[in-house]
């Protein structure tokens, strides 16, 4: 059996050990210049397995005897990026093979049937943060990963683990470099994701530990977990939280506590054992190992104290959820999710002058407007005809990302737009939105998209024959999009957001008398036949063309009663929003007649 299949077993059954710090073991060698090669590489320590190949076999060594089953390669700061430093970029897929290669015969050595151990290609943050720092596109990370991967898989590697992540955007850009390695050479392995909480709370790129998760949820990781910047008592909240959400494997590996004034770790392997494994029998864990700080010694009595307790098992499935910095689940009892509209250009007018003056600073004051007034989420518009979406979305979004915490709504029908977007959003967005208007191609774009880069999908109920107006032709046309998505596209069900429409009742077009009622009950129905799927509605467009005056009562009337039928999502000024408790009873008579008088009649 090939060693990700057997990994994945063995992880079903125990808790996995993975072994303890490489850098801070490397520091304590105390290696001289000459050890690195010379001066110009001296601190590269991904350089060592080519100039000190036995200290680095010694390492994995001693944690193999000390019981871990898993050993993780010198290969830390190993894509060509961070080596460009030592100028060894030219080196790097070699230099991942070469440690690949170097751990895999030393874990074959003692690998027996009954007691396999296994290689983990280790894989840093790099020195860039897309969400932080910048001075790296999207595109060249994913690159600089892919060179990486394509050595580390050379070398024979069972797991690739993504560890010291702090900006999930760059998780996601390491993805896309992982796929692409797989295919230039036709196979695979799990891959672990592991993040860093700082001891403020949240990572480096400010997203909580929930946030994180759902950023990352789509690339179905063999685990999920944390390592370094703390010992693990801080690690607690965040790893109790994880486990109760995590659809994969968690796993945790800290720090030997938290580094004195001089860099040194103090927690003792027996204090440090002693608190992973009170985790381990919360039932939290699937794998546990150590970060910086931690020797031999640390795995040894980890090893110990774990010794007969079960492995976590998985909590039942959560509901829709999206994330920005903070997540947004969307349950029973906290509908509809409002979604602020203000960021948009075709809406608001004043948006669209600060974004073609590029005043992207004030545009962005706009969604802090709109947060500020209630809205959980933010759409963001910038299908102006009169100019560039795709220059204008990468231009705004970088400012927008950093001002507000809630999850981004990105609403464009053109795919490069939306891959724009997507591409610079860590947490997990929502596509709004596509169709079948055109027949399944947008749809499958649309989809690709949303499995890529991890988002939500909103998908209105238009279909070749134009937008559907009755509930029987919105349910069909969403059981034909469902079909699709689910078993064609491979997207998850609660990932998918139906956009029943909703018309203006106030125009005297003909074609929509009674469709206030009939979106209603679409949504109604939309919730019996397809509960997994949250609905999403425009609320506003059902008093377009009306006076001023009257539209906020009327949009909150509608609002009201598309609730009680079970919308998921409302699109709305949340600044106007007019509270429906507040507004006087002749007025919600009168707003209900104008909005189902004619169907209902
Ligand atoms: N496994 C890596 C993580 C550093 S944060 C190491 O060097 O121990």
């Known amino acids: 059996m090939e ?38 590489y001296d601190g590269c320590n991904e350089y060592l397995v080519h100039t000190k190949p036995k200290a680095i076999r010694a390492i994995h060594d ?185 659809e994969s494997g968690v796993s945790c590996y800290p720090n030997a506590g938290l580094p004195d004034e001089n860099g040194h770790y103090h927690e003792t392997p027996a204090a440090f054992a002693t ?105 963001v518009c910038l299908a102006d005809p009169d100019s560039d979406e795709v220059a204008d979305m990468a231009a705004f979004l970088p400012h927008v990302v950093r001002k507000v915490k809630v999850p981004f709504m990105i609403d464009s029908t053109d795919a490069n737009v939306v891959e724009t977007a997507l591409k610079m959003i860590q947490g997990k967005a929502i596509i709004n939105s596509t169709n079948l208007e055109d027949g399944e191609p947008r749809l499958a774009r649309f989809a690709g998209l949303a499995k890529q880069y991890g988002a939500a999908l909103v998908v209105g109920t238009i279909d070749e024959k134009g937008m559907a107006v009755t509930r029987k032709r919105k349910l069909e046309v969403a059981l034909r999009s469902y079909d699709l998505l689910v078993h064609k596209y491979g997207i998850a069900p609660s990932d998918i957001i139906f956009d029943p429409l909703t018309f203006p009742c106030g125009t005297g077009d003909e074609n929509y008398i009674g469709s206030a009622r009939e979106t209603v009950e679409g949504i109604r129905l939309l919730r019996d036949r397809l509960p997994e799927c949250p609905t999403i509605l425009g609320v506003s467009n059902v008093s377009f063309g009306l006076p001023p005056a009257g539209r906020e009562v009327l949009n909150s009337v509608f609002l009201y009663e598309c609730t009680k039928a079970g919308l998921g999502y409302a699109i709305v000024n949340a600044e106007k929003l007019e509270r429906y408790a507040s507004i006087p009873e002749h007025e919600k008579k009168l707003a209900e007649r104008l909005l189902f008088e004619t169907s209902d009649a």
Not at 15 to 39: C, H, K, S, V, Y
Not at 132 to 159: I, M, P
Not at 165 to 175: F, G
Not at 278 to 304: E, S, Y
Request: aromatic share 6%.
């Open 3 to 40: 060693g990700g299949l057997r990994l994945k077993e063995a992880i079903a059954s125990r808790i996995l050990i993975l072994d303890g710090a490489m850098g801070t073991m490397i520091q304590q060698l105390d290696l001289t210049e000459a050890d690195f090669g010379g001066p110009q």
């Open 62 to 246: 001693a944690y193999l005897d000390a019981g871990a089953d898993i050993i993780s390669t010198d290969t830390f700061g190993g894509t060509p990026l961070v080596l460009a430093e030592y100028g060894l970029e030219d080196q790097a897929e070699q230099l991942n093979q070469t440690a690949a290669e170097l751990a895999r015969k030393v874990a074959d050595a003692v690998s027996t049937p009954e007691w396999p151990r296994f290689v983990a290609g280790s894989m840093g943050p790099t020195t860039k943060s897309l969400s932080v720092t910048g001075g790296a596109t999207f595109d060249e990370l994913a690159e600089s990963y892919r060179v990486q991967v394509r050595g580390l898989l050379r070398g024979g590697v069972d797991v690739l683990l993504l560890e010291t992540s702090q900006d999930m955007l760059n998780v996601k850009a390491a993805s896309e470099g992982i796929r692409q390695a797989f295919a230039d050479l036709a196979l695979s392995v799990p891959v672990i994701i592991s993040g860093t909480i700082e001891p403020m709370g949240t990572t480096l790129g400010g997203q909580n530990i929930e946030a994180f998760y759902l950023s990352v949820e789509h690339l179905h990781p063999l685990a999920v977990g944390l390592n370094c910047a703390t010992g693990p008592e801080f690690m607690r909240d965040h790893i109790r939280t994880l486990s109760g959400l995590a």
């Open 275 to 379: 608190k992973v494994a009170d985790f381990a029998k919360a039932g939290w864990l699937n794998l546990a190992g150590g970060c910086c700080g931690t020797t031999p010694d640390h795995i040894r009595a980890l090893r110990q104290a774990l010794g007969g307790i079960a492995p976590r098992t998985l909590p039942p499935a959560h509901t829709h959820a999206v994330s920005g910095l903070e997540p947004v689940y969307l349950e029973d009892d906290n509908r509809p999710v409002l979604v602020g509209e203000r960021t948009n250009v075709i809406g608001s007018r004043k948006f669209r002058k600060l974004i073609a003056a590029k005043d992207y600073e004030t545009a962005a004051e706009v969604a802090r407007a709109q947060v500020r007034s209630g809205a959980q989420v933010v759409d």
